[in-house]
Every structure is written in structure tokens, then in C-alpha cells.
């Protein structure tokens, strides 16, 4: 006779595989769990490490990291209650398939939050920094707009380095009347910052390195990048010899219009040596074109309203008579502005 099984009574040699299935631990956590988040940043520590991410994401993480499961495939789902700042308990349902049977096992974890301020917050609140950026112009002092588009750049690079670099922060921002100090919490990141600077705004960069201790039996060394913006920035009206530019990008090229002719063109550096500044793009007055014929362009001038003759730039059409432009009057004649 075969025996039967003592939990159920069907027919079995001993216990049968679904009552075996049913009496096995299948899911095991521990009773309590700790997540440490940084009340600054709201990041929080995982495995070593301090990561960026939500809180109810980084909470279901660390269930989902601290759960036993012993079955050939499982769905967990995590359900999280109000998360206080001290405490949150977690609901999880496991369904496991076992030795053919599908199985449920519900499980409650208790979180307990602890409030820690991160390694990267608490360098910034002490001021630390490893780097600083000295931003200056050649032989000019660069104007507010662009030192706006430089710590842009900045922070735009800074955010592209924080997704490897948690220490890529700028810890301090100087504005003086030469330019603007950036203290960065890292020397690769101030590297990155000074190298898109004069990549998207021109100019050149240097460094200097000086020691300030060391650790671990490794020197350490505070560096300085000196960035120096271009000569002329966007905007500029400058004399290249006989020729009136207007420039209208500063990258690794310094990109102009000429405002006689109305052309496009790169101004190479030696060009740029020898020019001179005749007058920035914000001090353009509005004026109106009252006809254009051939070659020419009669329009009023913005101060005297006396009608003057210039030559028609290329950007210049027939349909801008009676229209508004800007002109900007200079030593040498009055120019429309593309």
C-alpha cells in the first residue's frame, strides 16, 4: 500500500511536494532596517557610497537589497506606508513559484530614517575646495553678461560631472571687479569647467599647482586655472585694418560679420591683434530705413533724424523699407546691425 501524506492525506511516499512547497520559508528580512539620508541633498548611503536618488525609490531599494528569497522565480512587490521623518514600515508580498506550486509570503520590515549630513555637504558647508578658477578677460574687464553665460557653463559642466564626481561642486562663487572666482570641489571638475569655458567662450587657460600637506603619504596640491576670456566678446564693433566687423560668436574661432558687405566670415588671430574696438552691440539705437535702391540704403539718423546714405549690406532686403533696425553710430559712419 502506498503511504499517505501526513499533512493533507493524499497519496504520497511521506509528505507531498505541495504541502512541502507550502511549509517552506520561502522569503525572509529582517525585523528592522536603517537608511542614513543626508537632510541637506536628501541623497542617501547605499552599499559605502552616498547615491542621489528619491527617497521612496532609495527606501524600496533597501528592502528589496535586504529580501532572502529561496524559490526558483519570485515577484516582490513593496509597499511603502507614510514615510515620517524617523520611521516607515514596509509591506511585501512575495509570489514564488516552488517545485511547480505558486506560492504567497507576506512579509512587514519597520525602516528606521537616520537623519546624516553626506561627506559632499559637509565639505560645502565648510567651504572645502581643492580648485579655484580665476574667469578674467585680456586686457579688459569682462561684462555681466558674460559672466552669467560662464557660470552657466559651469554649472551645466558640473552637472554632467556629478553623475561620477559626487565631490564636483562649486563650494563658493567671488564676483570682483576684475572678473569671478570659482572654488570647485575637485581639481578634474575645475579642469572640465576651465576646458568648456574657453570651448564654448574662447580664450585660453593655464594652471598652477601649490602644495597644502599631505595624506596618506601623498602630497596634496591645490590647483589655480587662469582663464582668460578673449579680447573682444560677443558683441564687439571692431576695425580690422580698412573693415567694420561686428562679432557674433567666440568659440575656438571668433566668428564676424563685416557690417559694409553684410558677409559671414572667421577672424583669424594675428587679425585680431591689430584690431581695435569701436563699440559694443548694446549701445545699438533703433532707427528706420526709408528706402532702399540698388546698392544703397537711405535711413534717418537715430540722433539727428536727418536722412543718411550708406551702403546696403547683403542681410538687407527690399522689404525692410519703412521698417525698424539697429544701427550703431561709430568713428567711422553709421552701420545697420544683422
Not at 516607515?88 to 506560492?103: D, K, N, P, W, Y
Not at 537616520?114 to 581643492?130: A, D, K, N, P, Q
Not at 570641489?185 to 570651448?199: F, P, S
Amino acid at each position: 500500500m502506498r503511504s499517505i501524506c501526513p499533512s493533507c492525506g493524499k497519496p504520497s511516499n511521506g509528505i507531498c511536494t505541495q504541502c512541502a512547497a507550502r511549509k517552506r520559508t520561502i522569503a525572509t528580512i529582517p525585523s528592522f532596517l536603517e537608511v542614513k539620508i543626508c537632510p541637506t541633498c536628501f541623497d542617501y548611503f547605499f552599499k559605502g557610497k552616498w547615491l542621489s536618488e528619491e527617497i521612496n525609490s532609495a527606501l524600496t531599494r533597501t528592502v528589496r537589497e535586504a529580501l532572502t528569497i529561496d524559490a526558483d522565480d519570485a515577484r516582490v512587490t513593496i509597499a511603502l506606508g507614510d514615510v515620517t521623518q524617523t520611521l516607515v514600515v514596509a509591506q511585501v508580498l512575495i509570489e514564488a513559484s516552488v517545485q511547480g506550486h505558486t506560492l504567497q509570503d507576506r512579509l512587514a520590515v519597520t525602516i528606521r530614517v537616520l537623519r546624516e549630513t553626506c561627506v559632499r555637504c559637509s565639505r560645502i558647508s565648510g567651504g572645502y575646495y581643492e580648485s579655484k578658477i580665476q574667469i578674467r578677460a585680456e586686457n579688459r574687464v569682462p561684462d555681466e553678461t558674460e559672466l552669467e553665460h560662464a557660470l552657466q557653463i559651469a554649472h551645466n559642466t558640473l552637472e554632467r560631472a556629478q553623475k561620477l564626481d559626487r565631490m564636483a561642486f562649486i563650494a563658493k562663487t567671488v564676483r570682483l571687479k576684475e572678473g569671478l572666482d570659482l572654488f570647485v570641489g575637485t581639481i578634474k571638475a575645475a579642469r572640465q569647467i576651465a576646458t568648456a569655458l574657453v570651448k564654448q567662450m574662447g580664450g585660453t587657460f593655464s594652471d598652477s599647482a601649490r602644495l597644502t600637506g599631505r595624506r596618506d603619504g601623498k602630497n596634496l596640491y591645490r590647483v589655480t586655472f587662469a582663464v582668460r576670456l578673449p579680447r573682444f566678446a560677443v558683441g564687439s564693433i571692431v576695425t580690422v585694418g580698412q573693415r567694420i566687423y561686428v562679432i557674433y560668436s567666440v568659440t575656438s574661432k571668433t566668428n564676424a560679420v563685416d557690417l559694409e558687405t553684410g558677409r559671414s566670415l572667421t577672424l583669424k588671430a594675428r587679425q585680431l591683434a591689430d584690431a581695435h574696438l569701436l563699440g559694443v552691440r548694446r549701445d545699438a539705437e533703433k532707427t528706420v530705413i526709408v528706402s532702399i535702391s540698388g546698392d544703397e540704403v537711405q535711413l534717418l539718423d537715430p540722433d539727428t533724424y536727418t536722412t543718411l546714405t550708406i551702403a546696403k549690406p547683403q542681410f538687407i532686403f527690399k522689404e525692410y523699407e519703412g521698417k525698424e533696425v539697429e544701427v550703431i553710430k561709430t568713428t567711422k559712419g553709421v552701420f545697420i546691425l544683422p
